[in-house]
């Protein structure tokens, strides 16, 4: 004769299901926690190959990068075209200076002539995997120059527009026709019209083998913040006029388009300025870095740059990456110049 089979009962049930739901409130924080650090890790990943393949080009082309200037501005310093990247244009008989991303492509393994985005091998080697924008709609930020559109660009991470833009024959650095860009430290003043100030200097002209201390300046970071948020409060999640604010993908100690810039700016001490802490306090410039990107920081003040715990990660000029907590942006020199 056999025995009934006893199930469960309805409060041995419960107690299951808490010790359950208790395991998973233990452990969901140390899973949140790896996962957040393997993000860390395929980053830095991405900015070192990003870095190595800037370095190639630089070995290869007489020590030029992939500019961060518009097309006009490119073609001025590289008129028989053997500087830089070029890719077929409107046309099949026309070709134009990549992007600075795209122009990494030969130097990732790809030569397909394709952007970077459109590339299926080395598209993720551009986007951070904790990148909340990179899933938003329309993806990304404002990459500025020479894309059809711009304006949602999948990609997590800026350049240094202070070595990558070049000059026009007056001498002037520039991002495109209408922007100008000064650097800190740089040879030659700006004159800008707009404000009727004068600010130093030009920037390096996409040489990456001038550059004063390769190892400690800044050569691509997380860049990046969407949506942001106006002084009124309205929040923008694409910016369509001038980038000025949290959208643009480029860092430079010395502020293009704006009267916030580092010479008037009483908040950028003489020890920080030409250093990615004074990018941080320069107006609306220090706006596009990241700092919630990778972990949890906590705001301490009423400046957008009052964090504790907020890292981001950099990629210097030699081919190094590293985190770089916001308590030690001081040291990331963006200026490519002695100063």
């Known amino acids: 004769m056999s025995t009934p089979r ?38 830095l990943s991405n900015l070192r190959q990003m870095a190595a393949a800037a370095n190639l080009m630089a070995t290869e ?28 244009g409107g046309s099949a008989t026309t070709t134009v200076p990549a992007d600075w991303a795209s122009g990494l492509l030969p130097y990732l393994g790809d ?18 995997p904790s990148d909340p924008a990179i899933d938003m709609n329309p993806k990304g930020y ?31 650095g520039r991002f495109n026709f209408g922007g100008i860009i000064g650097v800190w430290g740089g040879p030659g003043t700006q004159f800008y019209a707009s404000t009727g100030t004068t600010r130093t200097g030009q920037p390096l002209g996409a040489r990456l083998n001038k550059v004063f201390k ?32 949290g959208n643009a993908l480029d860092y430079s100690a010395t502020l293009a388009y704006s009267t ?14 030409g250093t990615l802490e004074g990018v941080a306090k320069t107006g609306w410039l220090g706006r ?25 990660n950099v990629a210097f000029c030699d081919g190094h990456a590293e985190t770089v907590a916001a308590s030690d942006f001081g040291r990331v020199r963006v200026s490519p110049y002695r100063y």
């Not at 007489?62 to 070029?86: A, C, M, T, W």
């Not at 559109?149 to 024959?169: H, K, R």
């Open 6 to 43: 006893r199930g469960f009962t309805l409060v041995e049930l419960l107690v299951v299901i808490g010790i359950i739901a208790l395991l998973i409130a233990i452990l969901l924080p140390t899973l949140n926690k790896a996962r957040e650090q393997a993000n860390v890790v395929k980053c």
């Open 61 to 88: 082309r007489r020590g030029y990068i992939q500019p961060s200037s518009e097309k006009d501005e490119v073609l001025y310093n590289d008129p028989s075209r053997q500087k830089f990247i070029y890719r077929v």
């Open 111 to 128: 030569r397909s002539g394709q952007t970077f985005f459109e590339s299926q091998d080395k598209s993720q080697v551009f986007v951070c």
């Open 142 to 172: 404002w990459m500025v120059v020479n894309l059809g559109n711009s304006l949602a660009t999948p990609l997590s991470y800026g350049i240094n527009a202070d070595i990558a833009c070049v000059t026009q024959a007056n001498g002037q």
């Open 214 to 245: 390769p190892a400690e300046t800044l050569l691509f970071a997380d860049c990046g913040v969407r949506p942001i948020q106006t002084g009124t409060g309205l929040v923008i999640a694409v910016q369509t006029a001038i980038p000025t604010t």
């Open 260 to 273: 916030n810039f580092v010479e008037s700016n009483p908040q950028i001490a003489d020890g920080i300025r």
């Open 288 to 312: 596009r870095i990241p700092y919630l990107r990778h972990g949890k920081a906590k705001k301490v003040g009423t400046e957008f740059w009052e964090y504790q715990n907020a890292r981001i």
